[in-house]
């Protein structure tokens, strides 16, 4: 997996290209160690605390299968386990992906 890509990075020229699929997400992970606090002040160590998540999907280009992952930041909405998605490809390289959030 590329970890660049999994954040979003070097992806904007594979986006303007338009080649696109449907992939489905497989799981998704709440990344705990990552705790954004959302109040100013807290009473609790729990108390606003909101986590970002990686969903991770599979998808089919010419027939043959491929994997990629998407961190999802805390305050979007990432997409539950059987939810489809569109992952954009490069065309000379589809493990190479893309997806908007």
Same mark, same amino acid.
């Given at each position: 997996?590329?970890?660049?890509? &999994?954040?979003?990075?070097? !992806? ?6 338009? %080649? =696109? ?13 990552? =705790?954004? %606090?959302?109040?100013?002040? *807290? +009473?609790?160590?729990?108390?606003? $605390? ?16 491929? =994997?990629? &992952? *998407?961190?999802? %930041?805390? %305050? ?7 939810? !489809? +998605?569109?992952?954009?490809?490069? &065309? ?5 992906? $893309?997806?908007?959030?």
């Amino acid at each position: 997996m590329n970890l660049l890509r &999994s954040f979003g990075v070097g !992806t904007k020229k594979i986006l303007q290209a338009g %080649n =696109k699929t449907t992939a489905i997400v497989m799981q998704t992970k709440t990344c705990y160690w990552l =705790k954004v %606090n959302t109040k100013a002040v *807290r +009473i609790g160590p729990m108390d606003g $605390a909101q986590f970002p998540h990686v969903a991770h999907f599979t998808y089919t280009v010419d027939g043959v299968e491929y =994997k990629g &992952s *998407r961190f999802y %930041n805390w %305050n979007v909405r990432c997409p539950l386990k059987g939810e !489809t +998605i569109t992952v954009y490809y490069d &065309s000379s390289a589809p493990q190479k992906y $893309a997806v908007r959030t």
